[in-house]
C-alpha cells in the first residue's frame, strides 16, 4: 500500500468529519476551509471514499458528508486503499513492484498495510497509535504516528 498524500489528506479530511459530524452531515467547504486543502481536491477525494463505502452524502441545503461507519470500524488502511491508485507505479510512472527489489517493496508494503490495519479512524481523532512492537498506546503527530515516518 503506497502511503501518499491522497492517502495522508483524506485521513485529514475524515477526523475533521468525525470531530464535526456529531451535529448532521459536514460540508466539504467547511473541511476546507478548517484544513486548508483545495475543495476540489476534497471532492475528488470524497467521491472515491464514497464509492469505498465509507462516507455517505446528503445534498440540499444542510447537506454534507458523514461517516457509513463508526470511526471505530474503519481502519486507516480503508482510508488509504479507497483513494490508492492501485498501479505500484510511483512518482515518474516507475513500477517498483517489478524488477530485481520487488521483494523489498512487496514487504514494505505488507508492513504498512498490516500497521495502518491496526489503526481506526478513531485513534486518528484521538491521537493514539499502537506501538508496532509492544502494542502500547502512543502519542501520533498530527493523526500519524510516530514509529511510520510518513515524510
Do not use: C
Request: proline fraction near 3%; aromatic fraction near 6%; charged fraction near 20%.
Amino acid at each position: 500500500m503506497r502511503v501518499g498524500t491522497k492517502g495522508r489528506y483524506a485521513v485529514v479530511a475524515l477526523v475533521d468529519v468525525a470531530l464535526n459530524g456529531e451535529k448532521g452531515p459536514v460540508a466539504l467547504g467547511e473541511v476546507a476551509q478548517r484544513q486548508q486543502i483545495s475543495l476540489s481536491y476534497l471532492e475528488q477525494l470524497f467521491a472515491m471514499l464514497r464509492r469505498a463505502g465509507l462516507v455517505v452524502a446528503s445534498r440540499g441545503p444542510g447537506g454534507g458528508y458523514r461517516l457509513q461507519r463508526r470511526a471505530s470500524e474503519i481502519s486507516l488502511a480503508d482510508v488509504f486503499g479507497a483513494v490508492a491508485d492501485g498501479s505500484g507505479q510511483g512518482e515518474g510512472g516507475r513500477d517498483w513492484l517489478s524488477g530485481p527489489a520487488a521483494h523489498v517493496w512487496t514487504g514494505l508494503d505488507q508492513h504498512i498495510t498490516g500497521f495502518l490495519s491496526t489503526l481506526t479512524l478513531a485513534d486518528a481523532v484521538r491521537g493514539e497509535a499502537r506501538n508496532g512492537s509492544s502494542g502500547q498506546p502512543g502519542r501520533m503527530a498530527s493523526g500519524l504516528s510516530a514509529d511510520v515516518k510518513l515524510a
